[in-house]
């Protein structure tokens, strides 16, 4: 099973950017998905997670309203579209995936499959 990532770079302050993970080797289809992401010298943390059908989404308060996440499932695909980029989203991203649970969640330890990361640089 793989979770692979994309989409990163590099990108001034205020602007956009949409990180995209093609799951391979299972489906992802009825399980949750989200991302997660760590800073230069911090703790990984919780950015959003969406239920398997899209109904229900989770955003970590400091990228609530800025940042979008959704699916594809017939592309085994999750997204996370960010905008209104500040230096404090420099970070490597990672995509996830819980392969038990229906129920979306901010633990990381209930997602069983994590992406390679791509790394978010946003220049002041």
């Known amino acids: 099973v793989q979770l692979q990532a994309s989409g990163g770079g590099l990108v001034q302050a205020g602007g956009s950017l949409r990180l995209s993970c093609a799951a391979s080797g299972r489906t992802f289809s009825r399980n949750v998905m989200g991302w997660f992401r760590q800073a230069p010298g911090k703790e990984r943390e919780f950015a959003a997670a969406i239920s398997w059908s899209g109904g229900r989404t989770s955003y970590a308060d400091s990228v609530k309203g800025r940042f979008t996440i959704s699916r594809d499932n017939a592309k085994n695909t999750v997204f996370l579209q960010m905008n209104s980029l500040t230096p404090e989203d420099t970070a490597v991203y990672y995509c996830?995936?819980?392969?038990?649970?229906?129920?979306?969640?901010?633990?990381?330890?209930?997602?069983?499959?994590w992406g390679q990361g791509t790394q978010v640089t946003v220049s002041s």
């Open positions: 996830v995936a819980d392969g038990t649970r229906m129920a979306v969640t901010t633990n990381s330890k209930n997602y069983d499959y």
